[in-house]
């Protein structure tokens, strides 16, 4: 059962234009979200997060906007750099709670070309 | 943000040999620590919560006799693999709260093992 799906699996943008990151979840429980990024062979940097409360959370080139009624959350980077290639998950603690183990989302690999 | 070690960072071994990972809060003291496998091409599943001072929390099928866990301190987390076999080839990732900072887990730079 995948309660965090990230359903495009690769996407390809040019430098300097928008990078949209999506991310859906099925379980109504879920009350906050985190988006990191991972390189191959390390682990995975907390890049932004966003409670329920909230349907936008904003942190310099990264914005997360979040529809609690569609279960849909997305990353905005803007503008995006060769920099930001890498694969980035989307998670939810369980148990509705910021401390909880991290269910993520199978990921999206970006690639920003020059 | 908080910074997560791992130790060591790429193992090979051989088969039925054990394997000790080591996953240390550098800079701060984290009362739960949780431990990841990520095969190829795959996201990060989680296999157990390291809990300080007491036993840890296995994830469903996860076998808890193979994959060792102890937390005897704040800043450390160790995760031992016994008996290892080939399909025990994966990235161990490990991860901690960091309590004053929402909550967030930081995660460590992970240990990639390979059982030949």
């Known amino acids: 059962d995948q309660q965090v799906k990230q359903n495009s699996p690769s996407l390809s943008v040019q430098e300097g234009r928008i990078s949209i990151l999506n991310c859906d979840y099925t379980n109504s429980m879920f009350d906050y979200f985190l988006w990191y990024k991972k390189y191959p062979a390390e682990g995975p940097t907390f890049l932004i997060s966003i409670s329920s409360i909230k349907d936008k959370n904003e942190d310099g080139r990264f914005t997360v906007f979040l529809n609690k009624s569609a279960k849909h959350l997305s990353l905005h980077i803007v503008p995006s750099q060769p920099g930001d290639s890498a694969v980035y998950f989307c998670?939810?603690?369980?148990?509705?709670?910021?401390?909880?183990?991290?269910?993520f989302g199978q990921g999206t690999i970006l690639t920003v070309h020059p | 943000g908080a910074v997560v070690s791992q130790h060591p960072s790429r193992v090979i071994c051989k088969s039925g040999t054990s394997v000790k990972i080591e996953c240390r809060s550098l800079?701060?003291?984290?009362?739960?620590m949780f431990w990841y496998r990520q095969f190829p091409k795959q996201s990060l599943m989680l296999m157990a919560t390291?809990?300080?001072?007491?036993?840890?929390?296995?994830e469903q099928g996860v076998e808890k006799d193979k994959f060792l866990i102890n937390h005897a301190s704040l800043t450390l987390s160790t995760l031992t693999v016994t008996s290892a076999h080939p399909e025990d080839s994966s990235f161990y990732i490990c991860?901690?709260?960091?309590?004053?900072?929402?909550?967030?887990?930081?995660f460590g730079p992970g240990t990639r093992l390979l059982v030949l």
């Open positions: 390291s809990n300080e001072g007491s036993k840890a929390t296995y």
């Open positions: 800079d701060f003291q984290a009362t739960t």
């Open positions: 991860s901690a709260i960091a309590g004053g900072d929402g909550g967030t887990q930081y």
């Open positions: 998670a939810a603690p369980a148990g509705g709670t910021s401390y909880g183990k991290l269910t």
